[in-house]
């Protein structure tokens, strides 16, 4: 669980105690919890602070909290920082957004961001929300914002934070307000879990690209860019259509995008991840450049292809026969997705590797250079995984490392070099024991 999701229980569990429900009157709650309010100004624009040592105190300044929901927010917000066991000292708030500047960067504030969370949580709690929801289905996004801010007596802004969390897959929106030049980028569940892109600019273009549907709103100070995306079908239903079509993820794609490949893109990784039994490594290339790749865990794959070009990695999986299919993504973007094949270990009487490997060598007319690096991989694989990984693992691993590597191309197709492979794992095994 990470610290998020601890903010998250937390909120909820101090709700259940409290034996509260919308609308929450934060003034009182923070009363009959015996925390002092004091009201006082200030000149640095602070708009409120907790002191966190042995005498619990919100201060909150009156000028930047005229208005009740504004100010509800702003005591929960604070009331998280009481809460939330690993916040101490004195907290100045910073309520434009969760970033401070650090010489001259950017960072995200976590401490500002859990407080925020904890507020919108404690104020909208999750099953309130939902029914919310559910029951104003038809009514336009800003009016949905505006009657739960309404209805739970907190500000705009955390309504967006808190219908990003119950929202089913399919909305990504942005906002920004007047004063601010950064828009805060929002998404529902299972909607956008590929960071296919690092800045918010770049990313509204690909929404744009991608979108089913592009809504403008305003809501006060608040500009919004609403995208509405497909939505994301679940594990099971992912795995029924794939049982259906007999296996082919391209005809999975073509159901879920209703043939607009390209909309699967934001959600890819939950895609594969769901239908895929055996351990796969997928790519992703935009005119021939690798531009993403998602792989099952302890794949020997793994840092070997990345290298590659297109071309290279569907000559090399022809070669040796793994299952792959290439499916078109549209925008020249082409999705590479191979199952790996395991490779049993065959079974030889044991001779000593390392004469075995001279001789290979010899014979291909190699010097002590190949018999190095090729002691070096079996080297860095046995003090890497040799602990960890049974010896068919470690054969696997080994055997992927030398077949995508052209430098060995010679050695793996004699023979005897998979002889060499088996009883040096053996041996190598002998000697940890
Ligand atoms: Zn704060």
């Not at 770049?202 to 100070?221: A, T, V, W």
Request: charged share 25%; glycine share 4%; hydrophobic share 35%.
């Amino acid at each position: 669980m990470n610290r998020f999701d601890s903010v998250h229980n937390l909120a909820k569990r101090k709700i259940r105690q409290l034996g509260l429900t919308p609308p929450i009157n934060m003034e009182e709650v923070i009363h009959s919890l015996n925390i002092e309010i004091v009201e006082k100004r200030n000149q640095y624009g602070i708009e409120a602070y907790s002191e966190l040592g042995d005498n619990l105190r919100i201060v909150i300044n009156p000028e930047m909290t005229y208005y009740v929901q504004r100010r509800n927010f702003t005591l929960a917000h604070e009331l998280g920082h009481i809460f939330i066991p690993w916040h101490n000292g004195d907290i100045k708030c910073n309520f434009k957004d969760n970033y401070v500047k650090v010489g001259g960067k950017r960072l995200l504030d976590t401490q500002e961001l859990e407080a925020n969370i904890f507020a919108s949580d404690f104020l909208m709690p999750q099953e309130w929300l939902l029914s919310e929801i559910e029951n104003n289905r038809d009514i336009p996004f800003d009016k949905l914002v505006e009657l739960i801010a309404r209805r739970a007596n907190t500000s705009i802004m955390a309504c967006f934070y808190a219908l990003e969390r119950v929202l089913p897959s399919g909305y990504c929106y942005f906002v920004k307000r007047d004063t601010s030049e950064w828009w805060s980028f929002f998404t529902s569940r299972n909607t956008y879990t590929v960071n296919w892109f690092s800045y918010n600019e770049d990313r509204m273009k690909f929404f744009q690209n991608l979108s089913i549907k592009k809504e403008l709103f305003r809501i006060g100070p608040y500009e919004i860019v609403l995208y509405k995306m497909i939505s994301c079908p679940s594990k099971m239903e992912l795995c029924n259509e794939m049982e259906r079509n007999g296996g082919s993820i391209e005809t999975l794609i073509d159901s879920i995008t209703g043939g607009y490949r390209h909309r699967i893109l934001p959600f890819l990784d939950v895609v594969l991840e769901a239908v895929t039994n055996d351990k796969y490594i997928a790519f992703v290339f935009q005119d021939d450049d690798l531009i993403k790749s998602f792989y099952s865990e302890k794949s020997p794959l793994l840092r070997i292809y990345g290298a590659m070009g297109y071309e290279e990695i569907r000559e090399i999986v022809t070669l040796y026969g793994f299952d792959f299919q290439s499916i078109d993504l549209e925008n020249s973007m082409v999705l590479l997705y191979i199952s790996e094949k395991k490779f049993e270990m065959p079974r030889y009487t044991y001779t000593n590797p390392n004469i075995l490997l001279r001789q290979i060598c010899d014979y291909h007319g190699y010097d002590k250079r190949m018999l190095q690096s090729v002691n070096g991989v079996m080297a860095a694989a046995n003090s890497a995984y040799g602990k960890e990984y049974s010896d068919e693992e470690l054969y696997n691993w080994c055997k992927y490392k030398f077949i995508v590597d052209p430098y060995y191309e010679e050695l793996v197709a004699d023979r005897n070099f998979d002889k060499y492979i088996v009883n040096k794992i053996i041996s190598m095994k002998l000697k940890r024991k």
